[in-house]
């Protein structure tokens, strides 16, 4: 089953095409451009280098978020398009699990962190199970960084901390947690090629979710809702 996979939700813009044969190829890019600028070429060139058309897909896999508002909104978009377009079924996966899933062989504690601003993160807790399996401790959140180090602080097992902003509260993280655990950069990125393979089993066991009824994993208020909220009631 072809599958497109798409993720847009961090600066970190991918996209992916993977079938029960395995990852077919991936495009990744860590730049400043915008995922406007970038996407539909990034969509363009991994079809084309893989020598398929887009007629050729059965099926898609977004990033649902949480992160950035304008890339989420970007890459939903775009999926539930092609969805529609090409009549095929979509399955939107949650950024954060996408992110645990870069460890997913290991047997331990992992928490996918993305930046959230003012010393808030977006994150979960999910528990590796072995042979591919990750259980959720926790729902997706957006919480202050001492809260959810409180959280995590009675934990006498090693804990992952996955994602960028990790190296930003490494400090914090080593001093709250008895056993805190780092990745290289390359395991610190949401990966298509993540939300393609989890994405790709769902589909696999017909459990596609409702074009029209997915929707953003904001976890916060747009500031343009914020704004304008506090516009109409001045």
């Known amino acids: 089953m072809l599958t497109l996979a798409i993720d847009s939700s961090t600066n970190v813009g991918s996209v992916a095409l993977i079938s029960e044969d395995g990852l077919l190829g991936e495009e990744l890019l860590n730049l400043t451009d915008t995922h406007s600028q970038r996407l539909m070429p990034q969509l363009v060139s991994l079809l084309e280098n893989s020598g398929y058309e887009p007629q050729d897909l059965e099926g898609i896999g977004v990033g649902l978020g949480p992160g950035s508002f304008t890339g989420i909104r970007i890459g939903l978009a775009t999926a539930k398009t092609m969805a529609q377009a090409l009549q095929i079924p979509i399955v939107g996966i949650s950024t954060l699990?996408?992110?645990?899933?870069?460890?997913?062989?290991?047997?331990?504690?992992?928490?996918?962190?993305?930046?959230?601003?003012?010393?808030?993160?977006f994150a979960a807790l999910y528990k590796g199970r072995g042979k591919e399996k990750l259980a959720a401790e926790s729902q997706d959140s957006l919480i202050a960084i001492d809260d959810l180090l409180r959280e995590l602080a009675d934990i006498d097992e090693a804990i992952y901390f996955i994602g960028e902003v990790a190296s930003k509260y490494k400090d914090r993280i080593i001093k709250e947690i008895k056993q805190p655990k780092f990745v290289s950069s390359s395991f610190n990125f949401p990966r298509a090629s993540m939300i393609g393979e989890l994405s790709l089993k769902k589909l696999l066991e017909g459990k596609e979710d409702n074009l029209f009824a997915l929707t953003p994993n904001y976890l916060k208020r747009s500031q343009a809702e914020i704004q304008w909220e506090k516009k109409h009631n001045n």
């Open 97 to 121: 699990e996408a992110m645990a899933y870069n460890l997913k062989y290991t047997s331990t504690y992992l928490c996918p962190m993305i930046d959230g601003r003012r010393d808030r993160v």
